[in-house]
């Protein structure tokens, strides 16, 4: 048999409050003749701090309000609380009982108490992690062989490789290069990329960074030798 102390007093809430950090009702698995002893014995309903009690209280007040409450429960002792008469419980009139179906084909009735902002706060960050988790497990990378051509034989190839190697963007990671001959004592820069595809344009960076200033004291053209996917997964689902 659950004992509670005056739940009007800090001290009887927050025994409340712990008692149904597990639990939906105060007594069983379905809402009791012990949770009107408890409910009835309430001044006003808890406040957002005590979490569990104001989810308990704003779910019993909406089934007093639809359907009443009948079952028996196995005793709830509560000091200073009057035994509970049997019209607490009782299922409302049908008035009252039509007007309530009516109210509910309009509004869902939200058994369990509006959320608390603390509530509302976890809920948002764990639909963020969620959505991050999903965006980055569907992420796949590809690899990519890049030609990049100077003005002439008398540009700094050292200077040019510095210059696109600092480029530097989320999910792109320069690899391996080569100078290879071009012809009349020129050379090309071959250079290897990896990227993640949701997150870097390899166009994009070739219009936009590659052959505009700065770097196009280097760079005369850019092209793309080769593009291929490497993976379908960034990561696997644990």
């Not at 949770?35 to 909406?62: E, M």
């Not at 764990?126 to 051509?149: C, F, M, P, Y």
Request: hydrophobic share 40%; with cysteine.
């Amino acid at each position: 048999m659950a004992a509670f102390p005056n739940l009007n007093s800090d001290a009887g809430l927050k025994k409340l409050d712990e008692h149904l950090l597990t639990r939906s009702y105060i007594t069983g698995y379905q809402a009791s003749k012990d949770d009107i002893t408890v409910f009835t014995a309430l001044d006003k309903p808890p406040t957002s701090q005590y979490v569990n009690a104001s989810r308990w209280y704003n779910h019993i007040d909406a089934l007093l309000r639809i359907s009443g409450v009948s079952a028996e429960g196995s005793g709830v002792i509560v000091e200073g609380s009057a035994p509970v008469v049997e019209e607490a419980v009782a299922t409302p009139p049908a008035a009252d009982s039509k007007d309530a179906a009516d109210e509910e084909d309009d509004d869902d009735v939200d058994l369990f108490g509006e959320e608390t902002e603390e509530e509302k706060k976890a809920a948002e960050e764990r639909a963020a992690s969620v959505k991050a988790s999903t965006k980055k497990k569907e992420s796949g990378k590809s690899s990519v062989l890049i030609d990049i051509k100077p003005w002439d034989d008398e540009t700094d190839m050292k200077k040019l490789e510095e210059a696109v190697r600092s480029i530097q963007m989320e999910g792109l990671f320069w690899g391996a290069s080569k100078l290879v001959p071009v012809g009349y004592g020129i050379k090309k820069l071959q250079i290897m990329c990896t990227i993640v595809d949701d997150l870097v344009s390899v166009d994009t960076m070739i219009e936009e960074q590659l052959t505009v200033e700065p770097i196009n004291e280097f760079v005369q053209s850019c092209d793309i030798v080769a593009f291929n996917k490497i993976c379908e997964f960034l990561e696997s689902f644990p």
